[in-house]
């Protein structure tokens, strides 16, 4: 039952218009008391730090098991890739065969190639048609018809898409090695609140967690971790900036390139309707063209001498070379199929990533604050000390109504912090220092969390 407050008046505990203090020996029991409840959800948030820990180290050795299928289907494809540009070279040697049919074809080709590329560019992009004109002119004079007529084109397209993928999964990596390390950090900070330091701590809640992730993952890299880039910096200093936000902008930019690169190429002269045009799809062929003239090779089914050098069977005269150009066909079919392959599970890692990070985000928004108490110097009379307590002025308006309860606490490290308990709940209630250390320990919180 709350005692009057003329009683608490002259027990001096509490004193009306804020004069007068509460005994030590009182201000040391509702301390007390409002520390077992902090250490109650300081064990909590370390529960959750450990389940970060599981969630991480899971996705560790998941991640272990996806390199190494990378690394597989890498070496698979590099192996068809290589076979191709062995078959492609025979068959260079081997193109006198038919040279002076194709040369004839050829002469009539480029022409109509060159156009139609261009036509193409002007209609689809602003700026820089006079350079690509006399870049793709130097390209088709230095080409042979040979370059038609085993679609070489799909052999840069192959390069250039593995130094993309490279890129890519370096980029991956790298986001991948800093999730993990920051997770390793909060969970080490907040293992720290086990030791001499905090003697009510010395015994795990949950029993032993520090030990059962003293064994390190070992783990497999398939290229050297870049040193972190300089954007990225920050969040070694700030890991609850959010672990979702290293993989959402690398997400959206990989769906740009896919849903701009994908059949971008497949019919270039159709759809210049301002309703089918893409914008994304637009800059995807002007950057192609740009960055390789061989892109314009695609265009070839809209000239008919180009159709014809594909049409040219030198196997009459030299059966070896039809052989040959099967063997090219064959090897380079698989290398797409692996580099398809390789760039599924690029995109498979990174949705699984951006998946574990959102989760990773939710715990740590949650339970990652404890981490900051790793580094605090505490004695045994707990994380929350009350400095005073005293009766506000009483409400004008309803003199009858008990005045509201001020405290003054510092919880852990912070600033001393004024709060307010509701005058009908008095301090002897044991729900009156659960309203302080709730009201503190929120607004701690608050300002140790970074959304």
Same mark, same amino acid.
Request: glycine share 8%.
């Given at each position: 039952m709350a005692l009057p407050l003329l009683a608490l008046l002259s027990l001096g505990l509490v004193c009306q218009g804020g004069q007068g203090l509460m005994p030590p020996n009182e201000l040391k029991q509702l301390s007390a008391a409002g520390s077992k409840y902090i250490d109650t959800e300081v064990e909590n948030a370390i529960n959750g730090v450990k389940q970060m820990k599981t969630l991480m180290d899971k996705t560790s050795k998941e991640h272990q098991a996806m390199l190494h299928t990378l690394e597989e289907t890498k070496r698979r494809k590099e192996e068809a890739v290589k076979l191709a540009l062995e078959k492609e070279k025979q068959l260079a040697e081997k *193109?006198? !065969?038919?040279?002076?049919?194709?040369?004839?074809?050829?002469?009539?080709?480029?022409?109509?190639?060159? %156009?139609?590329?261009? =036509? @193409?560019?002007?209609?689809?992009? +602003?700026?820089?048609?006079?350079? @690509?004109?006399?870049?793709?002119?130097? &390209?088709?004079?230095?080409?042979?018809?040979?370059?038609?007529?085993?679609?070489?084109?799909?052999?840069?397209?192959? $390069?250039?898409?593995? *130094?993309?993928?490279?890129?890519?999964?370096?980029?991956?990596?790298?986001? #991948?090695?800093?999730?993990?390390?920051? !997770?390793?950090?909060?969970?080490?900070?907040?293992?720290? $609140?086990?030791?001499?330091?905090?003697?009510?701590? =010395?015994?795990?809640?949950?029993?032993? #967690?520090?030990?059962? #992730?003293?064994?390190?993952? *070992?783990? !497999?890299?398939?290229?050297?971790?870049?040193?972190?880039?300089?954007?990225? %910096?920050?969040?070694? *200093?700030?890991?609850? +900036?959010? &672990? %979702?936000? $290293?993989?959402?902008?690398? #997400?959206?930019?990989?769906?740009?390139?896919?849903?701009?690169?994908?059949?971008?190429?497949?019919?270039?002269?159709?759809? &210049?309707?301002?309703?089918? /045009?893409?914008?994304?799809?637009? /800059?995807?062929?002007?950057?192609?063209? /740009? /960055?390789n003239s061989a892109g314009c090779l695609r265009m070839r089914d809209e000239c008919e001498k180009c159709r014809e050098i594909l049409a040219v069977d030198c196997s009459q005269t030299d059966p070896v070379q039809s052989q040959l150009r099967e063997q090219f066909e064959d090897a380079l079919r698989l290398a797409e199929r692996f580099t398809r392959r390789y760039d599924d599970l690029l995109s498979a890692f990174q949705a699984e990533m951006l998946n574990t990070s959102s989760l990773l985000d939710q715990l740590n928004r949650q339970f990652g604050w404890v981490s900051r108490l790793g580094n605090l110097t505490q004695g045994t009379d707990g994380f929350l000390q009350v400095t005073t307590v005293f009766s506000k002025t009483p409400n004008l308006e309803d003199p009858s109504a008990p005045a509201d309860t001020q405290v003054t606490v510092q919880l852990f490290d912070s600033e001393p912090l004024s709060l307010t308990v509701p005058g009908d709940i008095s301090w002897d209630d044991p729900r009156f220092m659960e309203i302080v250390a709730e009201q503190a320990l929120k607004h701690y919180k608050q300002n140790n969390t970074i959304e």
């Open positions: *193109q006198e !065969v038919c040279n002076e049919t194709m040369l004839s074809l050829w002469e009539e080709c480029k022409p109509c190639l060159k %156009h139609t590329c261009m =036509r @193409v560019y002007s209609k689809m992009c +602003h700026s820089g048609s006079g350079l @690509v004109g006399r870049q793709l002119e130097e &390209f088709l004079n230095r080409s042979s018809p040979f370059s038609i007529w085993v679609n070489g084109e799909r052999i840069d397209a192959l $390069l250039d898409r593995e *130094q993309r993928q490279e890129r890519r999964f370096e980029d991956l990596e790298e986001r #991948f090695g800093l999730m993990e390390d920051g !997770v390793e950090d909060i969970f080490q900070d907040s293992t720290q $609140l086990y030791g001499p330091a905090f003697p009510f701590f =010395r015994t795990p809640p949950f029993g032993g #967690f520090r030990e059962a #992730f003293v064994p390190p993952v *070992q783990r !497999v890299h398939l290229v050297p971790r870049r040193r972190l880039s300089r954007e990225l %910096h920050p969040f070694l *200093q700030h890991p609850v +900036h959010g &672990f %979702h936000r $290293l993989f959402q902008p690398l #997400f959206e930019m990989t769906q740009r390139l896919l849903d701009g690169g994908h059949g971008a190429w497949e019919h270039p002269l159709g759809g &210049f309707t301002s309703e089918s /045009r893409n914008f994304s799809t637009d /800059r995807m062929v002007c950057r192609e063209i /740009r /960055r």
